[in-house]
């Protein structure tokens, strides 16, 4: 194939490109918008991931003691919690730390003790961190049944209805997904079967002439891919700068939300959405022209 | 150039085009193929360019077997054959010039090479200075020249022609039929199925003639033949 018969193929997929004209922008926006929720759902789901596993690595369990127990009491089952499997570290916080937390939580001249007149209610309590994420769960049990506990907490509920959500997300994105990509490829299809319709009689003359089919079918496949890529460019620039719009305001108003911000990981999604729109586009075209371009 | 042998050809729908036909045609020819409409003069057409396959038989161009090919051999096959039909199937969004370059441009010649041979061949079919007409703004004799200068413009060495004169008044056909002869007096081996009993008659070539798939005559400066 010589270069000048590539720049043949290209002057005829966008002149029916033009030809084409509205048909060609519903599959563009059809691409774009199938396109757009991909990525919306994978940003989603990765950065769901990202604080899923960010908590989880980071769970606490907090064993509450009785608050009639005294210190000694207190004091005398931490080693009894240390040698609990799995523990790495136990950690006292006594009741009067934990007014000394709350009180620089108000603000720094805000006496609570005096308002909550002059009783502290707070419990002492333990901080205590296990190995592994699959071992808090076991480790809450064991600190319940130890002496003067009165209750334990633990994230893990939390965690577990996160990864529940998660899992509804990709459920619904896949399926979404799908639908809007099947719609996607039957507009391209229909596109490019306008125009293998628009020019059946060129069509019919070059075979006489003797063209090869794939000459006949390059412009075709080429204008699907590209109706594909320029859904998937818009897609990439409306996600990219949404994004980026999330990114910076979240970061200053919700600042426990930790958003993925690896600009690396970013344009790896916006590259793929390139690649998922042109082989959409492809896809398209190659059933219009196995269906309707005999050749 | 051109050889049938015991070729019959039976459609799907259980009409038999073709029945046991044996015909041979010397390179340089010029041959009428004529016969009442079904005799198959358009089943014999659609053989030699590969658009159908014998039911059995076989099929020489060149020499060569064309039952057997893979589908790029079929567009090379192609290109040594130049067609011609009734209804010029001219395309109407392009000029004269670009119709002719079209034939040239699938084939992957150069710009170069289409703007140096175009002109030559428009002027040898009669349409110099037309070249930058639409064909709505042609007469029906002028638009089957740029259709016959599209069949020969990469220079085919088999030029069939499918009731070329068809649609044209008698005087025009005259006009074709002299510029198919001279095509054929330069080298070009011409095919042309026909109803026009004068031009077959005035011509004096060699005649096929077909009826119900079989040749019930083949003579050299033959006549039309039948009576109606």
């Known amino acids: 194939m010589k270069v000048r018969t590539v720049g043949y193929f290209f002057k005829q997929a966008f002149k029916s490109m033009w030809r084409n004209g509205w048909m060609g922008v519903a599959a563009v926006t059809t691409v774009a918008i199938t396109l757009l929720i991909v990525g919306i759902f994978t940003l989603l789901v990765i950065n769901a991931d990202f604080i899923a596993t960010d908590l989880e690595s980071d769970v606490e369990i907090i064993a509450y003691m009785d608050v009639e127990a005294s210190r000694s009491e207190v004091l005398e089952v931490e080693e009894q919690i240390q040698a609990i499997r799995g523990v790495t570290e136990v950690k006292l916080v006594t009741k009067e730390e934990g007014l000394e937390i709350l009180n620089k939580k108000f603000g720094q001249d805000y006496d609570l003790l005096s308002s909550l007149g002059g009783v502290n209610p707070l419990p002492d309590l333990y901080r205590v961190k296990a190995d592994s994420p699959e071992n808090v769960e076991p480790v809450a049990k064991t600190l319940e049944r130890v002496a003067h506990v009165d209750k334990v907490d633990y994230g893990q509920d939390v965690i577990d209805k996160l990864f529940a959500v998660i899992r509804w997300v990709r459920l619904i994105g896949a399926g979404l997904v799908l639908l809007l990509g099947l719609g996607a490829i039957f507009l391209v299809a229909t596109t490019i079967r306008l125009t293998v319709f628009a020019r059946r009689k060129e069509i019919q003359i070059m075979k006489y002439i003797g063209a090869t089919d794939w000459f006949i079918r390059w412009p075709f496949f080429i204008e699907g891919m590209v109706l594909g890529f320029i859904g998937a460019m818009l897609a990439g620039v409306v996600l990219y700068f949404t994004y980026d719009f999330l990114v910076t305001n979240i970061r200053f108003s919700l600042t426990f939300i930790p958003l993925i911000s690896d600009m690396g990981l970013i344009m790896k999604i916006l590259g793929s959405l390139l690649v998922a729109g042109t082989f959409v586009g492809a896809l398209g075209s190659l059933i219009s022209v196995r269906r309707f371009l005999q050749v | ?228």
Do not use: C
Request: proline share 4%; aromatic share 6%.
């Open chain 2, 1 to 228: 150039m051109i050889q049938l042998l015991n070729v019959s050809k039976i459609y799907p729908n259980k009409v038999q085009a073709l029945n046991d036909l044996t015909v041979k045609i010397d390179r340089g020819e010029f041959v009428f193929l004529v016969g009442p409409s079904g005799a198959g003069k358009s089943t014999f057409i659609k053989l030699l360019i590969r658009e159908e396959l014998p039911t059995k038989g076989q099929i020489l161009v060149g020499g060569k077997s064309i039952l057997r090919l893979r589908k790029s051999e079929v567009a090379k096959l192609r290109r040594n054959i130049g067609i011609v039909f009734q209804d010029f199937r001219l395309l109407t969004d392009r000029t004269v010039f670009e119709n002719v370059a079209f034939a040239m441009e699938v084939l992957e010649h150069s710009k170069k090479e289409i703007r140096a041979r175009v002109p030559s061949v428009l002027e040898m079919v009669g349409l110099d200075g037309k070249g930058e007409y639409f064909p709505h703004q042609l007469s029906g004799g002028e638009q089957q020249r740029v259709a016959i200068a599209r069949a020969i413009v990469n220079g085919p060495r088999l030029l069939i022609a499918d009731e070329p004169t068809g649609n044209l008044d008698p005087e025009t056909s005259w006009e074709i039929m002299e510029l198919l002869n001279d095509i054929n007096r330069r080298g070009t081996t011409v095919l042309m199925a026909t109803h026009a009993r004068s031009i077959v008659n005035k011509m004096r070539k060699r005649v096929i003639a077909l009826e119900q798939g079989r040749v019930v005559r083949d003579e050299e400066e033959g006549g039309y033949g039948y009576e109606s």
